[in-house]
Every structure is written in C-alpha cells, then in structure tokens.
Nanobody
Framework: AVELVESGGGSIEPGGSLTLSCAVSGYVYRAYSMGWFRQVPGKEREGVAYFDSDERVTYADSVKGRFTISKDSAKSSLSNTLYLEMNSLNPEDTAMYIC??????????????????WGRGTQVTVSS
C-alpha cells in the first residue's frame, strides 16, 4: 500500500523559513504527479507546488520566488521523499500542508479525481 507521511511543520515568526518533507512509501507510478497542497479551515484546499507527469514544476503565484519543491527518488522505486523549502514566510502561509501523488496534471484535477494518494498533513503556523 502507498503511504505519504509529512513532517517538518511547526510555529515560526514572519520572515522565517521551514522545510517540509513527505516520505512516500510503496510503489507510485513514475507518471504520477506529486506535490504539495495546503488548506485552511473553512477554505478550499489549494495547490502550492507540484511536479507533473513530465517533471515540470508549477508554483502557485502566492509562493513563487519564496518556496522551492524538490524530490529525492534515488533510493528505489518503492521509496521517495518530496520536499518543500519555504522562505520569507508570512501569516498568510499558515495552513495544513498536505502531500499528494496521483494521475492528475493540475491541482484542480487532483481535487476532483478519486484516484491518487494524500497524506494527513503537517501544520505550519506563522505568527509573531
């Protein structure tokens, strides 16, 4: 079974940095997109950054220039780690950050499809 487990969240002051990790275990098709989403209570889940099936990277406008997504899939086809380096954090970045993998090409498709995998999330709180 495929499992996605996020870590690295926490509380931080505005202007600070955090790096999130998502440990992916189990076989995930190489053609699957992988990325990070975030959600605030009462609001729709939104895409933050992701690799599509062609390994192209897309960032939400709100995080461009501040966040960097990367991955380490050199270990084996049964083990991957997805990262999200977050810099210049501001209170608007406060959210539950969730890792996802699946047969989608855009965040909208990821939210609509019943296929794919989601982690449980790691909370990031930015406040002074």
């Amino acid at each position: 079974a495929v499992e996605l487990v996020e870590s690295g969240g926490g509380s931080i002051e505005p202007g600070g940095s955090l790096t999130l990790s998502c440990a992916v275990s189990g076989y995930v098709y190489r053609a699957y997109s992988m990325g990070w989403f975030r959600q605030v209570p009462g609001k729709e889940r939104e895409g933050v950054a992701y690799f599509d099936s062609d390994e192209r990277v897309t960032y939400a406008d709100s995080v461009k220039g501040r966040f960097t997504i990367s991955k380490d899939s050199a270990k084996s086809s049964l083990s991957n780690t997805l990262y999200l380096e977050m810099n210049s954090l501001n209170p608007e970045d406060t959210a539950m950050y969730i890792c996802a993998a699946g047969p989608w090409q855009t965040p909208a498709q990821a939210l609509e499809t019943e296929f794919g995998y989601w982690g449980r999330g790691t909370q990031v709180t930015v406040s002074s």
